[in-house]
């Protein structure tokens, strides 16, 4: 099996996350692990947030629903996503989702139950990072709904000059510049979960992490786990030394 951090995919995010919330739920019942698992998402969703804001103001943009969406720290292959953008209104932008890369890993592994809390708290958690006077509704989600998800994003209408600084800053600039590889996010997912955990459980918590680590070492190998425990010292709620030098290095800023 291929484990090098190339082979990071969304499922590996996905399922960590799940059997992270299993062993939870095992040890503390559905009820409190639900609230804890959820409490553990909106930190992860609204420190990566956060680093978001900090790229666009390093690109010298403002915080707008525009730019939140423009800065995703993601991407996904064709294959592993089907989504859309349309008009809502005359100030708003709808996103439907009809193929998700962590709903299809939580489905092959019978995992909805305890995946579908993070489709429950992320999109919120990280645009309240991002800028908390922004707005979101999550109408629907694919693992709580058995719908498309269905997303509205208020103030970002798609009009002529929208619709174009979305265009340039996904393909040209920032473009793929702010992506950021899928290890660094296992990464910080294992760790803002493993200390909110640890906080509101004791060694517990830290012991649900490290068994789910074991789970995902059995599937990915023990290099993929080693290279999630090796970010267990870094600080995600800067951005990425590297990134933040290549900016310098483009941009001049200091």
Request: aromatic letters at 10%.
């Amino acid at each position: 099996m291929d484990t090098t951090p190339q082979s990071f995919t969304p499922a590996y995010h996905a399922l960590l996350m799940a059997w992270i919330s299993r062993q939870v739920f095992q040890r503390v019942g559905p009820v409190k692990g639900e609230m804890m698992v959820r409490k553990a998402v909106r930190r992860y969703g609204e420190e990566r947030g956060q680093r978001m804001a900090q790229r666009a103001a390093a690109h010298g943009k403002e915080l707008s629903m525009v730019n939140y969406l423009i800065f995703s720290e993601w991407s996904a292959n064709p294959d592993q996503i089907e989504q859309h953008l349309e008009q809502n209104n005359h100030h708003n932008v709808r996103m439907l989702v009809h193929l998700c890369p962590w709903n299809t890993a939580w489905i092959k592994h019978d995992l909805i139950e305890y995946g579908r809390l993070y489709c429950q708290e992320i999109d919120t958690a990280l645009l309240r990072g991002f800028n908390p006077e922004l707005h979101v509704d999550v109408v629907k989600t694919q693992t709580n709904d058995h719908q498309a998800c269905d997303f509205i994003f208020h103030g970002a209408p798609l009009n002529l000059s929208n619709t174009l600084a979305m265009f340039v800053g996904k393909r040209l600039n920032p473009g793929k510049r702010v992506i950021l590889p899928w290890e660094y996010h296992v990464g910080h997912l294992y760790k803002t979960m493993s200390d909110v955990l640890a906080a509101e459980m004791g060694p517990a918590g830290r012991e649900a992490a490290e068994a789910a680590l074991e789970v995902f070492a059995q599937h990915f190998g023990e290099e993929s786990a080693r290279l999630v425990k090796r970010h267990l010292e870094t600080d995600f709620t800067r951005l990425p030394e590297k990134t933040i030098l290549k900016l310098e290095a483009n941009h001049g800023y200091s």
